[in-house]
Each structure stands twice: as C-alpha cells, then as structure tokens.
T-cell receptor
Framework: DQQVKQNSPSLSVQEGRISILNCDYT??????FLWYKKYPAEGPTFLIS?????DKNEDGRFTVFLNKSAKHLSLHIVPSQPGDSAVYFC???????????FGTGTRLKVLA | DTAVSQTPKYLVTQMGNDKSIKCEQN?????MYWYKQDSKKFLKIMFS???????INETVPNRFSPKSPDKAHLNLHINSLELGDSAVYFC????????????FGQGTRLTVV
C-alpha cells in the first residue's frame, strides 16, 4: 500500500527549461512534505519542504506547490541545469509517527 | 565535517554471518532513523529512535537489532544474514521527529553472498 506515489519514473528536460516533478499521496493526515535529491552512491539530500498550511514554498530555483484537496504536490525547477540530473524523492510525514514515507522516485535527466 | 556518517560504505559478507553498521550524527538531533533501499529503489523505514528510545519498529525481522548508546549514535546489528538482506541501508537524523527535514548518511551497500 503505497501512500506516496510518484507516477513518472523518469523525466527528460532541456537545459534552461522548467522541470516539473509530481507526487500524489493518499493519507489526508500528512502535514509536512519534503523533496529530496539523490545522486548515485550518495544519500538523499534535502531540497525543500512545505507545511500543509501553505500551498507554495520557494527557494531559489526550486518551488514546491501543494494542492491539499487533490492530495498532490509538485516540484518546479527553473531553469533546469545539467547538475540537477538525479533521482528526486518526495516524502510525507504523519504527525507524531516519527517516520517519513517516501515515494518511489523520479529520475530527472537535464540535457545540455 | 560530515553531518551524518555511516561506516562502512560497502559491506560484502557471506550468508549466516553477523554484521554491524555504525551511524553517528554531529547535528545535535534527537531523532535517528534507519531506512532500507531495496532493489526496486523503495526507501522504507525500518526503525526510529527518539532520545535513545525505540519509537518505530516497522515489521523488521528480529535478526535486525538497532542500538542507540547515546543520542548521537544509532547502530544496526544484523544476525544470520540472508541473501534478501542485500540492500542499501541509510541512517538519518532530524530534530523533533518528522516536523523538520531529515539529514541522511551516504548509505551502506550490503551484499550478502
């Protein structure tokens, strides 16, 4: 039972264009959402997060949007750079459960 | 200065052996985790510790035994290793549980032969 889903296993984008990575969740109790980037042979690196009381959070080239009614969040990267090529995981936390639940990841390839 | 460090990075061992993976964080966090990334690349929670106390044991076989000697360390001991234990194991830490972001170690790739 996958509570956090990333339905696109891979995405290719031209350098300089926008990358949009999507994530859906099923548990309406989730109140905090995160995006991580992962390079091969390294651990996930935190990118950006959003609380359920907000619908948008921006940090430089990265913006996360949250649509609670649709149980959907997305990560926008503008402009995309070749160094952004990695696997991106979205994650959610259920308050008080002491665990992050991760999606299955989307492999982003930014073409130069 | 590495925030969350795991040792070893690679571990190759035979079935039936017992092995340990060590994790240390220097962030002053009170919550630590072990995650397993299997061959399908799913990141699944195994254990959560808060202030050295076990909070979550996510239906992990009892051959896996975490130990937290203090808030900065969370080690993972695995008895009687099986082929299916082959995976990448990640340690992570956060402050105050999951209300903030977690920081991950670089992972330990365990291969059981």
């Amino acid at each position: 039972d996958q509570q956090v889903k990333q339905n696109s296993p891979s995405l290719s984008v031209q350098e300089g264009r926008i990358s949009i990575l999507n994530c859906d969740y099923t548990n309406s109790m989730f109140d905090y959402f995160l995006w991580y980037k992962k390079y091969p042979a390294e651990g996930p690196t935190f990118l950006i997060s959003i609380s359920s009381i907000k619908d948008k959070n921006e940090d430089g080239r990265f913006t996360v949007f949250l649509n609670k009614s649709a149980k959907h969040l997305s990560l926008h990267i503008v402009p995309s750079q070749p160094g952004d090529s990695a696997v991106y995981f979205c994650a959610a936390s259920d308050p008080g459960t002491y665990k992050y639940i991760f999606g299955t990841g989307t492999r982003l390839k930014v073409l130069a | 200065d590495t925030a969350v460090s795991q040792t070893p990075k690679y571990l190759v061992t035979q079935m039936g052996n017992d092995k340990s993976i060590k994790c240390e964080q220097n962030l002053g966090h009170d919550t630590m985790y072990w995650y397993k990334q299997d061959s399908k690349k799913f990141l699944k929670i195994m254990f959560s510790y808060n202030n050295k106390e076990l909070i979550i044991n996510e239906t992990v076989p009892n051959r896996f035994s975490p130990k937290s000697p203090d808030k900065a360390h969370l080690n993972l001991h695995i008895n009687s290793l099986e082929l299916g234990d082959s995976a990448v194991y990640f340690c992570a830490s956060s402050q105050g549980g999951t209300v903030t972001e977690a920081f991950f170690g670089q992972g330990t790739r365990l291969t059981v032969v």
